[in-house]
């Protein structure tokens, strides 16, 4: 007679039945499950019973994870993901606040040159009069104007620069007075293209040298206005 052993596995590793059961027996407890009323649990068998409580019970598990913890776990994941993007974020700005006082420094610091830069620039109204106040300069120096021929303007960014063409003639002592008392003038006025020759043919008593000859360029700033910005 030929005998199978039968393990029917519990939770936690413990077995059912443990014990060999002859072939025939078997069958004949095969038979007995086909007989099993479903609708009547209380005429199960005992065995019977366990595996199917045990079935029904994982199946019960296995849902209430995927369905229910599954998910809650995957929250769980990213609010711990959001919560590390917080701390990160806190400590740059805790890292900010704690340069804040030296911001603002640099804040007042710029203000104060800010103010500072532009009390030297004229509107459009005070430009005409800036012009007039260079050209009396000269004049009070001795210089001779030969030509006073202010240009197109041209902005630069929030800028407008006038410049003017000048020829001038006088001594060298006379020139040299002008350009310095023009750098202190209380404005941003700048000087290029200098170029200076002595006018040899116009040599009289009132030079004791040969007077000079002086051409240039002036650049005034001033603000641009709201309309032109």
């Known amino acids: ?17 443990g014990t060999v059961i002859p072939k025939n027996n078997m069958m004949i407890n095969i038979n007995r499950l086909r007989d099993i009323d479903l609708n009547h649990p209380s005429s199960w068998p005992p065995a019977f019973t366990i595996v199917i409580a045990f079935v029904i019970g994982a199946t019960f598990l296995y849902t209430g994870w995927y369905f229910v913890l599954k998910p809650q776990l995957d929250t769980l994941g990213t609010y711990q993901d959001y919560e590390q993007q917080l701390r990160d974020a806190f400590l740059e700005v805790s890292s ?10 640099q804040i007042m610091e710029l ?14 109204a005070k430009i005409d009069a800036l012009l007039e106040e ?15 021929d202010p240009q197109e303007e041209r902005d630069q960014v929030f800028l407008v620069v006038t410049p003017i063409y000048i020829e001038l003639r006088g001594s060298f ?14 404005r941003i006025v700048t000087v290029s293209d200098l170029v200076i020759t002595a006018d040899i043919n ?5 030079y004791r040298v040969a007077p000079l000859n002086a051409t240039a ?11 032109q910005k």
């Open 96 to 105: 900010t606040v704690g340069q804040l006082p030296a911001y603002k420094k």
């Open 111 to 124: 203000d104060q040159q800010w103010k500072s830069v532009s009390a030297q620039l004229p509107d459009e």
């Open 134 to 148: 260079i050209s009396e300069l000269g004049q009070s120096h001795g210089l001779e104007f030969i030509k006073f």
């Open 217 to 227: 360029t002036i650049l005034v700033y001033r603000y641009l206005s709201r309309e």
């Open 173 to 186: 002592h006379e020139l040299a007075q002008f350009l310095g008392d023009l750098a202190r003038i209380g």
């Open 1 to 17: 007679m030929l005998s199978i052993p039968v393990t029917i596995l519990l939770p936690f590793g413990r077995t059912l039945l």
């Open 202 to 206: 116009n040599s009289s008593d009132v």
